[in-house]
């Protein structure tokens, strides 16, 4: 008789990129290899996208980054031990702060770090390194739409109620959110429903729209005041619901009786007739959600523009009832818990305001620290990385999970700012286009060779599970984080990297906030329980909240805010050295910066390089044929991209996807002007021209 | 300069005060209404309201009685934004002896005057845009309307004999009577009675009879005015210290009527009198309906369809009553009719302010047709994905249907197609079908 087989490892996990975290099942091992299947968890109900189905591949990817690099004397970087490469870094970072200061070493995270390393890398910063300087690029993400949720409702969670109750949805209005190519298991929810999709594409969402609606880019904001207009003239408004629920109508309306239909028509180029059928077909039904996403969210007024989106649900009677809503569907894995627990500028865990005293008392009290020693708010991402280098600004940078040098704004120059850093350490599981110019690259475990807990756009905790152990020489984040505040001379029961201890200082940290996790535990989620926060600790187990605001919204008097905005253009208008607009976005096959998928070849496949998608008319006029590279040029720089002529785009607007390294990078030709409010840079629109690339 | 003075409070003075302090203005703003003690309108003013007797130039300030007593108010600069006054025709019965409008009479200069239009059955008289707006807005109040106007049609000028009639059309069909080619004769309460003596009941009449602009502050004062107060292009009057702005404003000889036409102005002259560079740029005159009822719109005149030069462009659909006239130079637009094509209008109206060059399928862009594909496609592309969200070629799954899979769920295993959004599974199953049906006959040839 042979020996039975030992059993082929298994885990229930979440697939690695986006915010909708598909449930999956991993099985296999390093050496039969790793096999992906979906699982029938509520958001992907046993599907998934190319992504997911590929998502192993990156595991194994052939430069994956395995032992720790240092940069020598002859400037490459070079093969080091941990010993060294940490050594390198501690001394680096003692010797900035005692030349520069606390604030002249600064950290950027990423939206794609699991709760516990977006905790533990802002108590890094805040406690060890004392930098008011962090900031992630979540803040390139949903950061306008959590600031205008903020102000609206008294809470920023991406969808108050489950993506399950989108299933029974007669109508939803997608602005700016292109769900088929973005977050295809998505979709299938949508299905049912008659869908109103306000794009300046045609996209693979916009042609499964009952009704499509084109503006201009750079002009939503327009669109959503022309939508509350006709709300008001046309008696649809939900007088009962604003008068019990909501403050600050008046002013609002008021505000909107400049935007007659045919004034936005001429501005955004949506027909006033489409208009009007937008908003009864809303109004009519029994069920109906309003969804933003980037599309409308990426701009330097994005917060104005999702606030005017609010303020038409809210006419509307949707938000804080069941069957009916507003919603934002964020971008990134952890886009939602990336945010909630100290990474971002200013914020401290649990939602919390830096500025708060009470906050800061709190948290300062879960750290063992003085309140006084912690720093207050610092500048947010662009602001950040515009700075590096400079008079003011760090001289001392740490990534951990980003890749600004193609994702953030006006590249060319953020770039050149990376490179004049004394010292840049990126944090990775691949040599990504910034981890290539850092100083000292750490390699980090990936998704599958680690444990921790993520929040989905629903506001639901999740249990990422490792399948694998990581490579030898590769460490963990909070490892990582751990060995370098010892190395920095901080005690080691200071910063556990262990994640389930970590997890229960995060539960203690937000305890009381608004983001409150204190009632999750790792027990509760691996005996199968469905958490969304805010789950307090209380006697008997708390149920966690699927539905935000059924009885109240946030704000102290439990009324949501009408936001009182009027419309402003872009940043940049057209003109004629530059006549056309340009707008950014991402493909199915690739995700954020494309680090990781340009690194499987069945994605990398079907779109290797940048492209430039451009009306026929409007490529002829420029002198450009299909297939054939062009240049596209703006003000700030330009890159090069492969033309694909499209019929279905307006005439007046390109758009180039930005998951591409090098001349390909989309980001040389964006406008770093930032959103007052949530800073925000404006992605989605600047002014361009377009010509046949000359080699 | 930190004392703005604006001489009337309506919609435009509003917007330049709030578009001043969104560009950081923070001296002081005041305005006062415009309407003199003569107006006709009943009753004239509630009382505590300030309004304007004159303009003192020399000595930078404007007198006006508030609640009786004459103040006087110092200005830095003063914007003079008076809206226009209602002309009311020579048909007897409107004016009382005190030369009031009689009870039941509304003369309208603008849409705002709308909310004084009360009981259930009412005549419009008049034949321009306000005209129809009003006479649309009441008939969707299921008010019994009637427009009556001395043209054939409403519009009949801006938008030609064939337009103007689709128009009339449509009104009808949205509940408005229209009565064109008619005068009216004489008003009696209650009724309106027409050269061909018909009576018609009217509750309250309404009279969009044109409006002129309102000059008499500027003339009084030695102003430069010619039909409106001649401006340059800060919308400077003849005094450096005073701007003039809508309805009474004239640049380059021309009036610029109409909101839009007013708020850039104001819009304009809040940038100019917070230090920024601007300077008005009138557009051409255009026409955009603000109503339900039916899509129009006018670029330019009837006239500048036939500038020398442009190629003309004529689209007639009267039973579906769409219509389009598009005067181009370069592939610009120089002027358009534009009736019932509301996507058309949207675009072209767009492309024109941008200055920018019409897209090459004209009839695809009047009519709103879905764009065509790019090239050659007309046959099936074999590459092209069935499957998005997995990129499944047809071609993919053919070779998995050869090899054996012939269902969608064996397709799906075999070569992941329905698996993402399950938007697919039909046209899946169609191939599976037809790849199925296929085989049979060609089996079915063999025996």
């Not at chain 2, 449509?170 to 004769?185: D, S």
Request: charged content about 20%; hydrophobic content about 40%.
């Amino acid at each position: 008789m042979s020996e039975l087989p030992a059993p082929i490892p298994e885990a229930n996990t979440h697939c690695p990129y986006c915010a909708l975290q598909c449930g999956t099942q991993l099985r296999g091992d390093a050496a039969v290899g790793v096999k992906v299947q979906p699982r029938d968890f509520p958001v992907n109900l046993g599907r998934l996208c190319q992504k997911g189905w590929t998502a192993t591949e990156v595991l194994n990817t052939a430069d994956r980054l395995t032992r720790p690099l240092v940069r020598g004397a002859d400037g490459r970087l070079q093969p080091a031990s941990w010993d060294t490469a940490l050594d390198t870094v501690a001394e680096g970072l003692n010797r900035i702060r005692t030349q520069h200061g606390p604030d002249a070493v600064a950290v950027f995270g990423g939206g794609g770090l699991t709760n516990e390393k977006a905790y533990l890398l802002g108590k890094f910063a805040r406690v060890t390194l004392g930098t008011s300087q962090i900031d992630y690029n979540g803040r390139f993400c949903m950061s306008s739409a959590a600031t205008a949720g903020n102000a609206a409702f008294g809470l920023d969670r991406d969808l108050p109620f489950p993506v399950a109750d989108l299933r029974s949805a007669q109508t939803v209005l997608l602005a700016g959110a292109n769900v088929a190519e973005t977050m295809p298991p998505l979709m299938q929810h949508l299905d049912q429903s008659q869908l109103i999709v306000m794009d300046p594409r045609r996209t693979a969402t916009a042609q499964r729209a009952a009704l499509h609606l084109q503006p201009a880019p750079g002009t939503d904001l327009a669109l959503a005041l022309g939508l509350l207009h006709i709300a008001v003239v046309e008696g649809l408004i939900d007088q009962d619901y604003v008068r019990k629920r909501t403050y600050g109508f008046d002013s609002a309306a008021q505000r909107a009786m400049a935007w007659w239909p045919e004034r936005v028509e001429e501005i955004t180029g949506v027909a006033a007739r489409t208009q009007r059928r937008a908003v009864r077909m809303l109004a009519e039904s029994r069920s109906a959600y309003v969804l933003t996403g980037r599309g409308v969210e990426q701009h330097s007024k994005g917060t104005d523009t999702v606030a005017g989106f609010i303020n038409v649900a809210l006419a509307l009677g949707l938000p804080g009832r069941i069957g009916s809503g507003y919603g934002c569907l964020t971008g990134q894995g952890n886009g939602q818990g990336g945010r909630e627990h100290g990474q971002k500028a200013d914020q401290l865990p649990g939602y919390r305001s830096i500025s708060d005293p009470t906050a800061r008392a709190h948290v300062a009290r879960v750290w063992g620290v003085a309140p006084t020693g912690l720093p207050g708010p610092g500048r947010s991402a662009y602001e950040l990385l515009d700075v590096l280098g400079r008079e003011q600004g760090p001289r001392g940078l740490l990534v951990f999970g980003s890749n600004p040098a193609v994702s953030a704004p006006h590249a060319s120059h953020v770039t050149e700012r990376l490179a004049s850093l004394d010292l840049l350490v990126v944090a990775d599981f691949v040599p990504s286009e910034t981890a290539r110019m850092a100083d000292v690259v750490l390699p980090v475990t990936q998704w599958a060779e680690e444990e921790g807990t993520l929040t989905s756009l629903e506001g639901r905790v999740l249990r990422r599970r490792p399948l694998l152990p990581p490579p030898p020489e590769v460490r963990s984040d909070l490892q990582v984080l751990h060995d370098l505040a010892v190395r920095l001379g901080e005690r080691a029961g200071r910063y556990p990297a262990d994640p389930r201890e970590v997890f229960e200082e995060l539960r203690a940290a937000s305890r009381g906030g608004r983001a409150d996790y204190s009632g999750i535990t790792y027990e509760r989620l691996d005996a199968g329980e469905t958490l969304h926060w805010p789950c307090p600790d209380t006697r008997a187990p708390h149920p966690g909240t699927p539905r935000l605001f059924l009885d109240r919204f946030a704000h102290p008097d439990g009324r949501a805010r009408f936001a009182d905005v009027d419309y402003r253009g872009p940043a940049e208008e057209i003109s004629p050295s530059y006549p056309l607009y340009a707008t950014t976005g991402r493909v199915l096959a690739h995700y954020q910066s494309g680090a990781q998928t340009r690194r499987v070849a069945e994605l990398n496949e079907p779109v290797p390089e940048a492209f430039l998608e451009v009306h026929p008319d409007t490529a002829a006029r420029c002198g450009l044929a299909d297939r054939s590279l062009a240049r596209v040029t703006s003000a700030r720089g330009g890159m090069t991209a492969r033309v694909r002529l499209d019929a279905t785009m307006r005439l007046d607007t390109v758009f180039v996807p930005f998951h591409f390294p090098d001349e390909g990078r989309a980001n040389l030709f964006t406008h770093p002007a930032l959103d007052p409010r949530s800073g925000m840079p404006e992605f989605k629109v600047c002014a361009v021209r377009i010509a046949p690339y000359q080699e | 300069m930190n004392n703005v003075l604006i001489v009337d409070n309506g919609a435009v003075a509003q917007r330049l005060a709030e578009r001043m302090r969104h560009h950081g203005y923070e001296g002081t703003l005041t305005t006062l209404a415009a309407e003199p003690a003569d107006s006709r309108r009943r009753p004239p003013f509630p009382s505590g309201t300030r309004t304007v007797t004159a303009l003192d130039r020399e000595r930078h300030r404007v007198l006006a009685h508030v609640s009786g007593t004459e103040t006087a108010y110092p200005y830095d600069t003063l914007v003079l934004a008076p809206e226009a006054r209602p002309l009311i025709p020579g048909i007897p019965g409107l004016v009382s002896a005190k030369g009031y409008l009689t009870e039941g009479v509304v003369a309208l200069g603008t849409a705002s005057g709308r909310a004084r239009i009360t009981g259930d059955t009412v005549v419009v008289l008049g034949e321009d845009a306000l005209a129809v707006e009003t006479a649309s807005t009441l008939a969707a109040r299921s008010v019994d309307t009637t427009l009556v106007c001395a043209s054939p049609y409403p519009l009949y000028t801006r938008l030609g004999e064939t337009c103007s009639a689709m128009l009339s059309e449509q009104l009808e069909q949205a509940g408005v009577t229209v009565i064109g080619g008619k005068t009216a004769v004489r008003r009696v309460p209650g009724h309106l009675r027409l050269e061909d003596g018909t009576t018609l009941r009217a509750d309250t009449l309404a009279l969009c009879t044109g409006a002129a602009p309102d000059t008499r502050l500027a003339l009084d004062a030695d102003l430069d005015v010619h039909d409106g107060i001649v401006v340059d292009d800060q919308l400077r009057t003849s005094d450096p210290r005073i701007h003039a702005i809508g309805d009474c404003a004239e640049y380059d000889g021309h009036l610029m009527a109409g909101v839009g036409a007013a708020w850039e102005q104001a819009e304009t002259l809040a940038e100019i009198l917070t230090g920024r560079a601007a300077a008005y740029r009138p557009r051409p005159s255009a026409l955009r309906l603000g109503t339900d009822v039916a899509d129009v719109c006018t670029i330019g005149s009837l006239a500048d369809l036939h500038q020398p030069g442009t190629r003309l462009i004529s689209l007639t659909d009267r039973a579906n009553r769409r219509y389009a006239r598009l005067a181009l130079r370069d592939e610009r637009v120089i002027a358009a009719v534009l009736f019932g094509l509301p996507q058309a209008i949207a675009t072209i109206r767009l492309l024109h302010r941008q200055g920018q060059r019409l897209p090459s399928d004209r009839l695809g862009l009047l009519l709103g047709l879905p764009p065509r594909p790019a090239s050659h496609s007309a046959e099936v592309n074999e590459n092209a994905p069935v499957c998005l969200c997995n990129n499944v070629s047809r071609q993919t799954l053919f070779q998995a249907w050869q090899a054996g899979s012939h269902t969608v769920t064996a397709l799906a295993e075999a070569a992941r197609a329905t698996t993402g959004c399950g938007g697919c599974s039909r046209s899946v199953e169609e191939l599976c079908g037809a790849w199925a049906r296929e085989t049979r006959s060609e089996l079915e040839k063999a025996s």
